[in-house]
């Protein structure tokens, strides 16, 4: 589902964040949220989308700190990471997704599931 010649979007957030991300599939379509693991990068997750029905919608995020994107932080913590992917999925207009990680990544796509950031947008997460 991820194509070779990805279309990279962005978000920008506040202390100069900028967090690079893909979006593949139809915008109507279930919607999964992959976020990679510490020291990886969005692309991590494309073997896994080939599995995934074509009605299916992909969003990859590269957190700050990886691959493209950056932040004036140095330390970054699931708390900081989790409302970084809720701008992305705000940016794509993403009702409900299931968020799924990569060790550092399920950290993360369990944080951003709490009370704190999406309460209503999980339909599931998977670490």
Known sequence: MISVE?????VSRAEDTTIHHTADGPADG?????IH??????RDFAPVATFLPT?????????????????APTDW???????DAAAV????????CVAAGHSMGGAVA????SHHFLPEKPAGRTA
């Open 77 to 83: 913590t699931m708390a900081e990471f989790a409302p």
């Open 89 to 96: 999925l705000d940016a794509e207009s993403v009702a409900r």
């Open 110 to 113: 369990l944080e951003l599931g």
């Open 30 to 34: 279930p919607t999964w949220g992959y």
């Open 55 to 71: 009605a299916d919608r992909v969003i990859s995020v590269d957190l700050p700190g990886h691959r493209d994107s950056t932040s």
């Open 6 to 10: 990805e279309s990279v979007r962005t």
């Open 37 to 42: 693991g510490r020291g990886c990068r969005r």
